[in-house]
């Protein structure tokens, strides 16, 4: 089994910048793919990115690209979101998660994940 814990949400205006991490633990997640959903109230869950387990490939949700960017340190065991230009729609829960299967168009699927962290609040408001 392997548990994943979120961190670095918080509240911030809009156009800062936010650095969410996900620590793995439990086994390696370094032969995973890594990523990030988010969950507004009301709404279903969404994907924000995902990372290849070198992380030499990368997919994004068209509403966070060029403002996002998903990256990893394998010998940290951890995941990062880094979170710029926020914007209020921006606003959720934060949530990673982890999958056996490789990087593909699934890859921005719920079901493709097994393993998921249990999120982290970001706010933006002025």
């Known amino acids: 089994q392997v548990q994943l814990v979120e961190s670095g949400g918080g509240s911030v205006q809009p156009g800062g910048s936010l650095r969410l991490s996900c620590a793995a633990s439990?086994?390696?997640?370094?032969?995973?793919?890594m990523g990030w959903f988010r969950q507004a109230p009301g709404k279903e869950r969404e994907f924000v990115a995902a990372?290849?387990?070198?992380?030499?490939?990368?997919n994004y949700a068209n509403s966070v690209k060029g403002r996002f960017t998903i990256s990893r340190d394998n010998a940290k065991n951890t995941d990062y979101l880094q979170m710029n230009s926020l914007k209020p729609e921006d606003t959720a829960v934060y949530y990673c998660?982890?999958?056996?299967?490789?990087?593909?168009?699934?890859?921005?699927?719920?079901?493709?994940?097994?393993?998921w962290g249990q999120g982290t609040q970001v706010t933006v408001s002025s």
């Open positions: 990372i290849s387990w070198n992380g030499g490939s990368t």
């Open positions: 439990g086994r390696s997640i370094s032969s995973w793919v």
């Open positions: 998660a982890a999958s056996i299967w490789r990087l593909s168009r699934k890859s921005s699927e719920v079901g493709s994940y097994g393993y």
